[in-house]
């Protein structure tokens, strides 16, 4: 956990304290961890399980969890006064989003065994697959709404530019290609 709280450490200061980093650079870098690295690593985490023995209970059990918060966001947003929806958007993706292949893998394996990252692999993957793809959805869906003029608007020209924009996102491809690969893989083994 060392090495990555120390490279977390290393981006912070080259920001704010020395400005080695400008703000082109950051939209470089984002991108690239956006189209690059993120859809190859949940493509490397989905190929390698067998989600034909995955704990089926966890993963309900994670679903109960984060519709709970989706409900308990939506209920703010639609009854507080403060309610936004990008706040709402911004809480659920902090609150049940995690950087579990990251950090919690290492840290339970060691702590309890293989079972235990298994089970976060798991969870990972699922989140990958179901619970991003969903995010990226409504993160798109709410950017569409912004730029879209009041006159013109329709659900079914809302719904075809949030589907190119998700067409063209290697995230959704990458979780949903590995899972697609290791349900095949794993039927007949």
């Known amino acids: ?14 920001i704010k304290w020395w400005n080695i980093l400008t703000p082109a650079n950051h939209g470089a870098i984002n991108r690239t961890v956006s ?11 989905t190929l390698n399980t067998d989600p034909y023995k995955w704990n ?8 109960i969890a984060k519709v709970l918060i989706l409900g ?7 009854y507080s006064s403060n309610g936004r929806y990008a706040w709402a958007i ?12 990251v950090m919690e893998v290492p840290l339970l394996n060691a702590m309890y065994g293989n079972w235990a990252g298994d089970l976060v ?14 995010l990226l959805f409504v993160l798109e869906l709410k950017k569409a709404l912004e730029e879209m003029i009041e006159d013109s ?6 719904m075809k530019v949030v589907g190119r924009k998700l067409a063209r996102n290697p995230n959704s491809y990458a979780s949903l290609i590995g899972i697609t690969w290791a349900l095949v893989v794993n039927r007949y083994t």
């Open 1 to 14: 956990m060392v090495p990555l709280y120390f490279a977390l450490s290393l981006g912070y200061g080259s």
């Open 56 to 63: 089926y209970r966890v993963i309900a059990g994670d679903i």
């Open 35 to 45: 189209r690059i690295a993120l859809p190859l690593f949940a493509f490397k985490f």
């Open 153 to 158: 608007f329709s659900i079914l020209s809302l």
């Open 90 to 101: 911004t809480s659920y993706s902090l609150t049940s989003l995690t950087n579990a292949l």
């Open 121 to 134: 692999v798991q969870l990972a993957i699922f989140q990958a697959v179901a619970w991003l793809t969903l």
């Open 72 to 78: 308990s966001l939506a209920a703010w947003t639609k």
